[in-house]
């Protein structure tokens, strides 16, 4: 069988990552007091966009994975990514 | 001596209960996938009886037996039951489970326990699904479509519905995610991916298509529950909602759903095609990749069933495009299968000939799939029964035909017996008559101009509704005398050998019925999945 390599993340890592979330979650509630307008989606998901890459990374272990399991990912943000832009084709244009 | 492997079979051996209690806490995938098999019947039967009760109403213009809203209900629950309960699970739960393991050279899916959990968030999703239509203030009537915002504030019992979908999902999405797992992890020993039968390889696009895209439908149908109790205005314009917006959503999963029936039903087709001619499959790499191809582009064409709905016309155009595209790998499936019939030595058993039938309906369901998905035209026939005729002749006509292919082709290896040939024979030729009898004259009808979802028309439109209820009898006839062969010769059959049809695939070399075992020892594997001399 083929050996599986453990990864130890540390406390102070997780502390960060922890810390990171927080703040994130605290910019998301500050730009709510702006009124951005059409705006106001774009910055939601960005910061969203921040918050799940670290998730996924650090508290799910994809940082650490083997290859095939960072392009699997990897696979369902492009198709994610390919479905909004078409999605905008219609509300764009309208 | 022959008898002694259906004593020893997965049939008779399992968990430490007897009789029905061993079934009911089987992990044996082998037994899971008869039982989805038995449920899936079951509920194919009331749909039907359904579907035969609309074709009743229509049978003459005006109203006959049942009331407009009786009708709206009706045609409501034949769709979700037959769409989220017997064509979406339908191949992939039924022979997924029961071969895909063995024709990789397993013992069982990677997750025994997961597997069996799905299965029961199955039954849990049906009883919700049938029960919506007693529960409440009468049963839904928006179309399995659900379509916002009538969805959103229909009085009838909608919530029920659309949780029953989404429940049902979680079976999809977790059935999808073991198959991958399996696939990827349990595969015999030399059994590269490209040395892996094709049924699997056609598992395993679908497992990623239900595994990314019935999330989508699940967060959409929660929506609607939201939008229901709490009045967020998602939908609902008068909430400032847009209801285009339910419809992008709710499309984003169901084109790659119609991914999801067909595409297991191109594997079956797949595996029969060489056994039946004896000859290496034409194109192997092609077959491969033609089926992640559809899995992959199936995802962004879905625009196609919002052409009168009022997208931009940038968007329109763009989808029209790219439907044309996603009908490229499945041609190219076709003449593959055509090309390894090519001077192969022929031999016309029952499964062969429910094979030909799915070539024969997928044709022309797929040729009329593209005169939807060309803007000009769809504008003219959108929501006429041309439409209806389209994705029945692709849905029964190929997935249903390729499940009836399916039984017949691995019967003899699921219950060591045979069924009787002449009336399989019959059985195919009146089910086939009878569907060509019920669903052509509604393209011929919804070209003219008859509306899908209506039940009462002009005169003009009789005659083909007076074929199609023919078509329906037929039809019903059909199957009766297919289901009564079948069920009689799972008892009573005679004794099938290990390997009926001369198959080179790995569930062929192993006893009739598998031990639960599966496999003695786990075999080597050094040459393709098709290697006929
Ligand atoms: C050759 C590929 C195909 C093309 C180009 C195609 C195209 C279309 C289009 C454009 C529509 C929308 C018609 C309208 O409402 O105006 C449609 C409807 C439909 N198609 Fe297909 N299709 C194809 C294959 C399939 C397959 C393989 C399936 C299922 C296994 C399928 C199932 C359906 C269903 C269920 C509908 C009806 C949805 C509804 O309005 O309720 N199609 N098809
Ligand atoms: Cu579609």
Redesign the pocket.
């Known amino acids: 069988m083929e050996q599986e390599h453990q990864h130890i993340t540390s406390y102070r890592t997780y502390a960060i990552v922890l810390t990171a979330l927080l703040f994130l979650t605290a910019i998301t509630v500050f730009v709510t007091w702006f009124d951005l307008e059409a705006l106001t989606i774009v910055v939601a998901m960005a910061i969203a966009c921040v918050k799940v890459t670290i998730v996924i990374s650090y508290f799910m272990h994809v940082k650490h994975d083997k290859l095939v399991f960072k392009l699997m990912v990897g696979m369902v943000f492009i198709l994610i990514l390919v479905i909004f832009l078409i999605l905008f084709s219609d509300y764009l244009f309208r | 001596m022959e008898i002694s492997a259906i004593e020893n079979s997965y049939l008779k051996h399992g968990t430490k209960y007897k009789g029905i209690l061993g079934w009911l806490t089987s992990t044996d995938h082998k037994r899971i996938g008869l039982m989805y098999m038995y449920a899936i019947m079951i509920f194919f039967l009331v749909g039907g009886l359904l579907g035969g009760l609309m074709r009743l109403e229509l049978f003459r213009p005006g109203q006959d037996y049942i009331t407009a809203q009786t009708y709206n209900a009706v045609f409501t629950v034949h769709?979700v039951i037959m769409?989220f309960l017997v064509?979406i699970p339908g191949l992939a739960a039924v022979f997924g489970n029961i071969l895909m393991p063995i024709m990789i050279g397993a013992r069982d899916v990677a997750f025994p326990k997961l597997n069996l959990f799905s299965f029961y968030i199955y039954i849990f999703g049906a009883i919700l699904a049938i029960s919506s239509q007693f529960l409440g203030k009468g049963a839904p009537d928006t179309?399995?479509?659900f379509y916002a915002p009538y969805s959103t504030d229909t009085n009838t019992n909608v919530v029920a519905a659309v949780l029953a979908a989404f429940v049902l999902g979680f079976s999809s999405i977790l059935t999808g995610l073991n198959f991958i797992v399996t696939i990827h992890r349990m595969r015999a020993p030399g059994m590269t991916w490209f040395k892996m039968p094709l049924f699997p390889w056609s598992l395993y696009a679908t497992a990623w298509i239900q595994l990314l895209a019935t999330p989508i439908v699940g967060i959409t149908l929660l929506m609607i529950i939201a939008e229901r109790w709490f009045k967020i205005g998602f939908f609902d314009p008068n909430l400032g909602g847009d209801p285009i917006l339910f419809q992008h959503l709710f499309w984003i999963y169901?084109?790659p759903a119609?991914?999801i029936?067909?595409l297991p039903?191109m594997g079956v087709i797949t595996e029969i095609i060489p056994t039946f001619s004896q000859k290496r499959v034409f194109g192997y790499k092609a077959i491969v990749f033609s089926s992640v191809a559809i899995a992959a582009v199936g995802y962004l064409?879905w625009g196609?069933?919002m052409?009168?709905a009022g997208m931009s016309v940038t968007a329109r155009w763009f989808f029209s495009l790219l439907?044309?595209i996603?009908?490229v790998p499945?041609?190219i499936k076709v003449f593959n299968w055509i090309s390894t019939m090519y001077k192969g030595s022929i031999n016309l058993q029952p499964p062969f000939f429910f094979t030909m039938a799915f070539i024969f309906n997928?044709m022309i369901?797929?040729?009329?799939?593209?005169v939807?998905?060309s803007l000009a035209t769809?504008i003219h026939?959108?929501?006429t029964a041309f439409?209806?005729a389209?994705?029945h002749y692709?849905?029964f006509g190929?997935?249903g035909f390729a499940f009836l292919a399916a039984i017949h082709y691995w019967f003899p290896k699921i219950y060591g017996r045979m069924y009787n040939n002449k009336l399989a024979n019959t059985s195919c030729a009146l089910i086939f008559g009878g569907f060509t009898l019920l669903y052509f004259p509604q393209f011929i009808i919804g070209l003219q101009g008859m509306p899908?979802r209506y039940f009462d028309y002009l005169p003009k439109y009789e005659w083909g509704q007076v074929f199609s209820f023919f078509g329906a009898i037929v039809l019903g006839i059909g199957i009766l005398i297919m289901l009564i062969n079948l069920f009689k010769s799972a008892r009573k059959g005679k004794i099938a050998s290990s390997n009926p049809w001369g198959g080179k695939t790995l569930e062929w070399t192993i006893a009739s019925p598998p031990t639960v075992e599966n496999f003695e020892e786990i075999p080597i594997i050094t040459e393709g999945p098709y290697e006929y001399k």
């Open positions: 769709g769409i064509v179309g399995w479509t169901s084109h119609v991914y029936m067909i039903a064409v196609h069933h052409y009168t439907t044309f996603v009908a499945s041609a997928f369901g797929g040729l009329t799939g593209l939807l998905g769809d026939v959108h929501d439409v209806v389209h994705f692709i849905i190929g997935m899908r």
